[in-house]
Structures are given as C-alpha cells and as structure tokens.
C-alpha cells in the first residue's frame, strides 16, 4: 500500500461545488474499500461517502444525493464530488483506504486531510 495525498480543498461559496481527490503512491487495487471522512470543529470523525471494490457506493445521510465518489484504478486516484455545498459542510476531509486480510483483520490508511470551507 502507497501513501494517500488529498487534494482540491479550499473556500468555496454555499451552493458551489468542489471535486477533491485522493492519490495513492501505490496501486488501489489493494484496497477493498476507499472512503471519505470529515471532521468538524468539535466534533466526531464521520463517514462521508465510501466506494467498495465492486463499485457499489454508500453515503451518509446528509450528503446524499449532493456528494459523488468514485474511484479511478488506472490513475490510482479516488474523487469525492461536492456540489450544493453548505456550510455545515466545513471541516478537514479525510481519505481512507481499507483492506481486508481476512474477517475481523482490517488495516486502514489515512490521507493527511484537507481543509473545505463554506462561507460566504
């Protein structure tokens, strides 16, 4: 497994959109799950959106139907679309990747995280 570098955070406008996305050093073919995490100021680490290695996807509740994830093997890169953001949208974005080695033997990698901001 590679390192993970997140990208395309920053300040946007409600209602706009950002795409951000997350590299692997290594191929992500080794991974069975890569996911998206946020954390706010004060509060729990929560799931964003997760892309299993079949394609099938899961979103939380309140980003659904707004937030798009996708995995791109040949560029060993996944994306995390976000438009009609709010503001209760900030916090530090987190990429995960998981694979599993077996049941109850999981092992998780972690981006460094990347800072959405929206505000008018």
């Known amino acids: 497994q590679g390192r993970l570098v997140e990208s395309g955070g920053g300040l946007v406008q409600p209602g706009g959109s950002l795409r951000l996305s997350c590299t692997s050093s290594g191929s992500i073919l080794s991974y069975n799950i890569m996911g998206w995490y946020r954390q706010a100021p004060g509060k729990q680490r929560e799931l964003v959106a997760r892309?299993?290695?079949?394609?099938?996807?899961n979103y939380a509740d309140s980003v659904q139907g707004r937030f798009t994830i996708s995995r791109d093997n040949a560029k060993n890169t996944a994306y995390l679309q976000m438009n009609s953001l709010k503001p209760e949208d900030t916090a530090v974005y987190y990429c995960?990747?998981?694979?599993?080695?077996?049941?109850?033997?999981?092992?998780?990698?972690w981006g460094q995280g990347t800072q959405v901001t929206v505000s008018s």
């Open positions: 892309i299993i290695s079949g394609g099938r996807t």
């Open positions: 995960n990747a998981r694979t599993i080695i077996a049941i109850g033997d999981e092992r998780d990698y």
